[in-house]
């Protein structure tokens, strides 16, 4: 069973996973292993001098050997208590751009593998508003130290907020910022200026005599996702400021039911023959081009977002043009250590919103973004 099906089959079935604390060598293991005091392991950790020659050279011989890192909160109070982190996020698979924030999580819970975490996944399909509220129910009736939130839907999202905070449980968010609420930080891209982008590339890309359309995807429920609407509103405004006179049409898409998109697309394209361009406001952007490849339609430009597998594969073959990529295992990674230093040391960061760079990616620039892929 590969981890796409564990990851479902966990989800499905409400099964949490959480990361305990690593097996701790502690500095008097060092020094018996090492035939020094305790002392004199402390004093090279610290580098403060009045260590012989041999010592050090014993002491170093033993954590290369078993690959010691440091703990900079070894002398904190706070490192004897398990801390309980609930993360509520859209369900994470391999290659897609979820997965990737969940590997950002996996990363730094493995940096901070010194400090006892009881971490808590919550997973959601993002395309449901009915199973966001699902998860986001769960919390309810946890007392997490804290918790991450990977929002889609905005109302569902503002509830769940007031009541943590009318439990002073601190949060923080991946990928969107939701106004109204109150986080320590967010880490997410400028969702509007990603449209903004969107736009200008699609402009560039396409005649100007041609009619553009943005897709969105349908979601059970009739909510819309918050970055789509910021995305959304970042490229209309791009056109309407621009002098860029053109026609954006709108449609949707299915990813839920993929089988019926065949029908509606090409109803779509075929009552508007001046499309030459698509933006497709999220990570889905393969679902339209591997549609109008199949069809034979290569006079299409299609831009998206994110170093997905599958939007990798049609970057390569030419069936998208350029992707919008936001660091997402960076966004993850981040979110974890905010959380510790938060509960740790009461150290928060001095700026609430930490916005990711916007890295616009295209056949040509791709081997040189290896880093994202190879995750």
Request: aromatic letters at 8%; hydrophobic letters at 35%; a neutral charge.
């Amino acid at each position: 069973m590969n981890c796409q099906y564990i990851l479902q089959y966990l989800h499905k079935h409400r099964i949490h996973i959480s990361t305990p604390m690593a097996k701790q060598i502690k500095i008097k293991d060092i020094a018996r292993m090492a035939g020094v005091s305790a002392g004199t392991v402390d004093r090279i950790l610290h580098n403060r001098g009045n260590v012989s020659a041999s010592s050090r050279a014993a002491v170093e011989k033993v954590l290369a050997e078993v690959d010691y890192k440091y703990n900079i909160h070894a002398s904190a109070i706070s490192l004897r208590k398990e801390y309980k982190i609930d993360i509520v996020i859209p369900t994470a698979l391999g290659g897609e751009y979820w997965g990737a924030v969940q590997n950002g999580f996996e990363h730094a819970l493995h940096e901070y593998r010194d400090i006892s975490i009881d971490c808590r996944f919550h997973y959601y399909n993002q395309f449901d508003v009915y199973s966001c509220r699902s998860a986001y129910s769960e919390l309810k009736g946890s007392e997490p130290d804290a918790v991450i939130i990977g929002p889609t839907f905005v109302e569902e999202t503002i509830v769940l907020c007031r009541g943590l905070e009318e439990k002073n449980i601190p949060y923080i968010f991946v990928d969107s910022r939701i106004e109204g609420t109150s986080p320590l930080t967010t880490y997410t891209t400028d969702q509007y200026a990603c449209g903004c982008i969107l736009g200008r590339l699609l402009g560039s890309l396409t005649p100007k005599e041609s009619g553009i359309a943005i897709f969105g995807a349908k979601r059970i429920g009739n909510r819309k996702a918050n970055n789509s609407l910021e995305r959304k509103k970042g490229f209309l405004d791009y056109f309407s400021s621009s002098g860029d006179k053109r026609s954006v049409k709108e449609a949707s898409y299915s990813v839920l039911n993929p089988d019926d998109n065949e029908e509606e697309v090409m109803t779509f394209l075929k009552e508007n023959p001046d499309i030459k361009g698509i933006a497709v406001l999220n990570s889905r952007g393969y679902i339209i081009a591997d549609l109008l490849k199949a069809k034979g339609i290569r006079n299409i430009i299609v831009v998206s977002f994110d170093l997905t597998g599958n939007n990798r594969r049609c970057l390569e073959d030419g069936s998208i043009s350029a992707l919008l990529c936001q660091r997402p295992e960076l966004q993850g990674f981040n979110a974890i250590k905010s959380t510790i230093n938060h509960l740790l040391y009461k150290q928060d960061e001095p700026q609430v919103n930490h916005l990711m760079p916007i890295d616009i990616l295209m056949k040509e620039n791709l081997p040189f973004y290896r880093e994202l892929f190879e995750i």
